[in-house]
């Protein structure tokens, strides 16, 4: 009994912790100006209003930043799937000479360790090159690299856990291997490619830095970049940034929920047997 | 449709899991691959299948070198020892794959999954995932989704080892009658020796990635190459006493059995457990020895005996009774003996 109650203390002060910001953001969004300095707040008795949100999506261009954060974190994320799984599904199938599986499998996940901020400048030039500074393609090239290694290493290991008995028997029966794989080999590890996608849109949608370094009109930024512009140097939009945070929140949030039956199948695939 | 491996070598680094393997399979024979673990049989029926590749070697089927000719063109089905049925698919889809992977319209699909359901009775299982069967319906499965397309051969490996005890003897007709009915051409991988005799046209015996033997079960039971197939096969197993042949007598320490053959230093015979009786009195010419143990399996009794340093294993009637330690009496048809060199083992 008591016990019980300490884990509901230490559950509410996790929840409170992770959703202060998340009320606080939220909040803000819905008061006018005057209210987000007053001192002591008003935590729950202030008169809501809708300005931040018309400021953000009617008057400035947020509604283009989500939807240019929604076409990279998309087909980023697709492209990453696409490529990752076929590169995972060969390193966990077919012995390569010189061991080179296992050599490139380490190279792969190699390339997440070093910081991201390293390879800014070098790509900054890359896409000047390239004449693809301030487009969304830049991004989604850049998106889709950088989500790679996580996609191959995750599907690599639900690969792992798929008997190889399956595919050889669908090989028997007259498939083809890219046949076998669709058909028999994906269907699954889907729970596993649910939570592996999931993890990349998180990022994709999240990620600031290349998207500030590569985008520089409102043609190409993204929200994170779009919201961290409204810091300047004379003010400090807080009411427009939360409005156009709160609402980045909810495409992650509904597609999280959407696969959250996935989600815990998908990470816990393979910690048991059968 | 005929199979022939022509001087087949298998490595996995420096192993070498098959060795200069040659067979020659005939049309609508049921051929089995017997031998103890590791013995590369399963290998074997891998690079038949085209999931292993061969290393040096020919494989022709029906005269075409099949060698480098991909696994979905080869038209061989297979059956998995783990049976291999998609978890995701119903009973139905499995069995109609091969059929939809070659683009078969769904009304013939689904004639020949009934049809194939009926024959191997699994029609109330068809809708149904492969995880709500039993070990023996997903073996039947197993077997429907092999038959369903009609390959020009089939290759088992292990297909009953998963099944208990009375489900396998079971099964075992079963397939003996399937291959009858469809007199389609099968390669058998088995390490039990029972299944081997009781199935094959042909027993092709292997050990440590050599052919030992390759010939009918009775030429291999009555017959056997060497001492592996000898002791491989039988059960229980031939009992074999070193020894020397000198003026017609097999002798050792303690064994002395007359036989028609000519002098030889270094011998070993081999005695089936059915050709030696077992006697509770004395008899002229019979070898004393003692019961270390016996086991009443219901219809006979196994006798395990001492003779001297030598153990022995014979087969009596159900009826027959001796105490531990109690001395008894052997009587060996030497004339079934079979003789092997010591050095080489090969039957002479």
Known sequence: ?????????VLLVALVAALAPVYWMFTISLKSEVDHFAVPPPWFSFTPTLEHYYDAFVTRSFGQYLITSAVVAVISTLCALVLGTLAAYALARFRLPYDLDRKLSLWILSTRMFPAIVTAVPLFLMMRDLRLLDTRASLIIVYTAFNLPFVVWMMRGFFDEVPRDLEEAALVDGDSRLGALVRVVLPLVTPGLAATAVFCLIVSWNEFLFALVLTQTDASMTLPVGIAGRVTQYEIKWGVMSAAGAVAIVPILVFAMAMQKYLV?????GAVKG | MSIQFKNVRKTFGDTVVVD?????????????????SGCGKTTTLRMLAGLET????????????INDVQTQHRDLAMVFQSYALYPHMTIAENIAYPLRVRKLDKQERTRRVAEVAHMLEIEPLLDRKPRQLSGGERQRVALARAIVREPRAYLMDEPLSNLDARLRVQMRGELKRLQHQLGTTTIYVTHDQAEAMTLATRVAVMKRGQLQQFDTPLNIYNRPANRFVAEFVGSPSMNFVDGKIEEGVFANDSVQI???RANADQITIGIRPEHISVLTEPQNGAIPATVYVTELMGNETFVFLSVGNNRLIARAPADFRAEVES???????????HFFDRQTGLSI
């Open chain 2, 20 to 36: 200069d393997l040659s067979l020659e399979i005939v049309d609508g024979e049921f051929v089995v691959l017997l031998g103890p």
């Open chain 1, 1 to 9: 009994m008591k016990r019980g109650f300490l884990k509901y203390l």
């Open chain 2, 54 to 65: 061969v290393t040096s070697g020919d494989i022709y089927v029906e005269e075409e070198r």
């Open chain 1, 265 to 269: 199948r998908g990470l816990s695939l």
């Open chain 2, 258 to 260: 007359p036989v028609q």
């Open chain 2, 327 to 337: 001395p008894v009496w052997l009587r060996i048809a030497s004339e079934k003996a």
